[in-house]
């Protein structure tokens, strides 16, 4: 309305004057003007407001729901749920604040920001995961039990997942991973990479962590853990026939199945050289030293939930940004060869061998930039403080976003850019954070790692395969980002010249 009026009073005057492409040139400087006036304002306003750690940008909403329906609604958009982060950030700059179910949410963007809530974790900023997600993980699950605890806990574990324990599970993973593309090449037909991942995903982590192998009771299973999966964001009523309470349920099968396998090893019914065992080992030990029966429960439930889908995610991204990167695929598939041709024909892969892939590294370090697994880390703020010069109060939640950080240009060059060897160089901390960081950082990173590059060598060395579906919309389904089609493509056997 009011560029209306401008417009038309500008035209009166000068009808007469100057011809009709210098009056239009004048009303657009004018605009251009006034706008970018606007701007320059808004955003030394919004400046000011956060150097003077008041009025962060950003839209609360009506009190308790804020911009819940949006936020709920972003998370079933196949254009992603950081979609609702991008569009405030297009709003109101690099800082904002929202509010989601009654709790203000402030999205960190900076190195300064994470080392910041990093070097305080369990301190001025805790973990606070939602009630279904605290029910279900269980009461001693690493994602609940307070500092103490958890420093125990992940001292005892963080020894089973180290590289040098993980690695003597290559053979058992390769031999997974060979069967597997071999059956899905034999039959010819397109698959989605997410299905076949997902199954692969579980099954290995099933295999190392308890050598569960039984196909049936791995579906059984994966069928319950999907039922908790589906109930992690609902409301924590326990009535027959909600999501909540289907996912109660599971949980109890598995757990009741976990109590089952560990009292037959204790028994001596069964043996298995698998990470159950080497918490087993421990049962003549002093408490301090060891995990209680509920513990090791509760934490092999925890990896297991938090392990398959973002594992089986991030092999998905993998063959998408191969696909979509020829020469990337041309450049790992030779460092593949070149470990194949120095192996006995036919023989598994050792731990050894993988140490040798440093380009298949990179490819899975940029794969994990760009697809953003976990695409922020909430954490609760326990006093009022400033981060990065942003004044937070107390209770409200500061969301370390490495999405935002891997794709800052000042950070990353290039970040739309899928280069592999931007890893040749070291990243200073704080500027690469696909597993987290400090005393939180993944415990599974090692274990993922493994699985990421087992697979990646017998598909490159074994296969070509054609993209069956290229619709780049998102599953509108949670946190993960993940391909609505699952990726579908159809594997031939490599033919090298
Ligand atoms: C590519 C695959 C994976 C990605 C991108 C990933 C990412 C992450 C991230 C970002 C966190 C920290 C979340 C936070 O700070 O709030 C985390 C924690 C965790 N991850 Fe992973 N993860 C992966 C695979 C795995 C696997 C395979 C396992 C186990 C088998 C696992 C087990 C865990 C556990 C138990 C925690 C909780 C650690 C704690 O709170 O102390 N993850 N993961």
Not at 72 to 86: D, I, M, P, Q, R
Not at 266 to 288: A, H, N, V, W
Not at 428 to 438: E, H, I, N, Q, V
Request: hydrophobic content about 40%.
């Amino acid at each position: 309305m009011m560029f209306g009026t401008f417009s038309k009073l500008i035209l009166e005057e000068y009808d007469e004057k100057y011809d009709d492409v210098i009056v239009f040139s004048s009303i657009i400087t004018i605009i251009i003007i006034v706008v970018g006036a606007a701007v320059i304002l808004n955003l030394d306003r919004k400046k000011k407001s956060i150097s003077s750690g008041n009025g962060i940008p950003g839209r609360l909403g009506i009190p308790f729901l804020g911009e819940t329906i949006s936020f709920l609604a972003a998370t079933k958009s196949t254009k992603g749920v950081y979609h609702f982060v991008t569009l405030r950030r297009q709003r109101y700059g690099k800082w904002f604040k929202t509010r989601i179910l009654g709790r203000t949410h402030v999205f960190v963007p900076s190195i300064e920001g994470a080392k910041m809530v990093y070097s305080n974790e369990f301190g001025l900023f805790k973990k606070e995961l939602i009630k279904s997600i605290q029910d279900l993980a269980g009461r001693k699950s690493v994602f609940v039990v307070p500092k103490d605890s958890h420093n125990k806990i992940r001292a005892l574990l963080s020894d089973t997942f180290s590289m040098n324990n993980v690695s003597k599970f290559v053979p058992k993973i390769d031999h997974m991973v060979s069967q597997r593309l071999n059956k899905m090449e034999t039959h010819g037909k397109s698959f989605p990479v997410l299905d076949f991942t997902m199954k692969l995903g579980f099954d290995a982590i099933c295999d190392t962590l308890l050598s569960i192998t039984d196909p049936g009771l791995l579906e059984q299973m994966e069928n319950d853990f999907k039922a908790v999966y589906n109930g992690t964001l609902s409301f924590p009523l326990k009535i027959p026939g909600t999501l909540y309470y289907k996912a109660v349920k599971a949980r109890q099968r598995i757990i009741a199945r976990f109590k089952s396998i560990i009292a037959d090893r204790r028994s001596g019914k069964t043996f298995s050289d698998d990470f159950l065992q080497s918490m087993l080992q421990k049962d003549s030990y002093p408490i301090e030293e060891k995990l209680d029966d509920e513990e090791i429960m509760d934490n092999i439930f925890t990896l297991i939930l938090s392990g398959q889908s973002t594992t089986a995610t991030a092999m998905m991204w993998n063959v998408k940004y191969l696909s979509d990167n020829q020469q990337v695929q041309n450049i790992l598939r030779d460092e593949q060869l070149q470990v194949l041709r120095q192996k006995p024909d036919g023989a598994l892969l050792t731990y050894e061998e993988v140490k040798k892939m440093p380009y298949g590294l990179k490819v899975i370090k940029e794969t994990l930039r760009m697809a953003n697994i976990v695409l922020w880390f909430p954490r609760v703020a326990s006093a009022d403080c400033t981060v990065d010069g942003v004044e937070i109060k107390k209770g409200w939640y500061v969301n370390v976003d490495s999405t935002y950080i891997h794709y800052d240009p000042k950070i990353h060059k290039d970040p739309l850019q899928f280069n592999p060897s931007r890893f040749d160089e070291m990243q200073k901390p704080y500027t690469y954070m696909p597993f987290s960081s400090g005393p939180r950082t993944c415990l599974g990173l090692n274990m993922a790692k493994v699985i990421m590059l087992v697979f990646l060598h017998r598909l490159t060395t074994g296969y070509e395969w054609s993209v069956d579906d290229e619709d780049p919309s998102l599953l509108g389904k949670g946190f993960i980002p993940k391909l609505r089609s699952g990726f579908p493509i159809t594997l031939k056997p490599l033919i090298i010249n």
